[in-house]
T-cell receptor, first 113, second 109 residues
């Protein structure tokens, strides 16, 4: 059982390019989340999904989009990357929502040049 | 606005006890979490408090006072492997987690 997997592990991307970060969980959790983590700042929620077929905006959604076609997958797309999107991105899942333990993937380190 | 405050960095000695504080101001409260994050790794769950008082789990304990908007994480019998960042997070009235910036704990022999 893998838990949550993310791909790629790291990526260097030219500004203006489109990029999709992949996230898959095998715990059949209802809720999934995308965070970015920057030095000196807390985890910031980008988008979330409380159940398959629904998504919502978090604290910093601009420049990002998500989809939740099924329970297991929750990809994050950067339509046109900018240098300020350089960050470590974590995907997480929980069974019942924000008051339940969140399980995190290993993260994707993204550098936009 | 919503705010979670934690010390940026703390240093402690192996075998000792350390208390990491967290104060919060959020729109509503639906529980407070502590997570541990080793450098270069993902956060992992440590504790969840929704009622006032102390929750003990082995060497780690977490305390909550909702009236004071305050929590602490107590680590006893410190080990070198406890060197990590400790993240405080509060579930607000919209059931979204608001995260503190984390406290980097350095353990010295």
């Amino acid at each position: 059982i893998a838990g949550i997997t993310q791909a790629p592990t790291s990526q260097i991307l030219a500004a203006g390019r489109r990029m999709t970060l992949r996230c898959t969980q095998d715990m059949r959790h209802n809720a999934m989340y995308w965070y970015r983590q920057d030095l000196g700042l807390g985890l910031r929620l980008i988008h979330y999904s409380n159940t398959a077929g629904t998504t919502g905006k978090g604290e910093v959604p601009d420049g990002y989009s998500v989809s939740r076609a099924n329970t297991d997958d929750f990809p994050l797309t950067l339509a046109s990357a900018v240098p300020s999107q350089t960050s470590v991105y974590f995907c997480a899942s929980s069974d019942r929502g924000a008051t339940d333990t969140q399980y995190f993937g290993p993260g994707t380190r993204l550098t936009v040049l | 606005g919503q705010n979670i405050d934690q010390p940026t960095e703390m240093t402690a000695t192996e075998g000792a006890i350390v208390q990491i504080n967290c104060t919060y101001q959020t729109s509503g409260f639906n529980g407070l979490f502590w997570y541990q994050q080793h450098a270069g790794e993902a956060p992992t769950f440590l504790s969840y408090n929704v009622l006032d008082g102390l929750e003990e789990k082995g060497r780690f304990s977490s305390f909550l006072s909702r009236s004071k908007g305050y929590s602490y994480l107590l680590l006893k019998e410190l080990q070198m492997k406890d060197s990590a960042s400790y993240l405080c997070a509060v579930a607000d009235s919209n059931y979204q987690l608001i995260w503190g910036a984390g406290t980097k704990l350095i353990i010295k022999p």
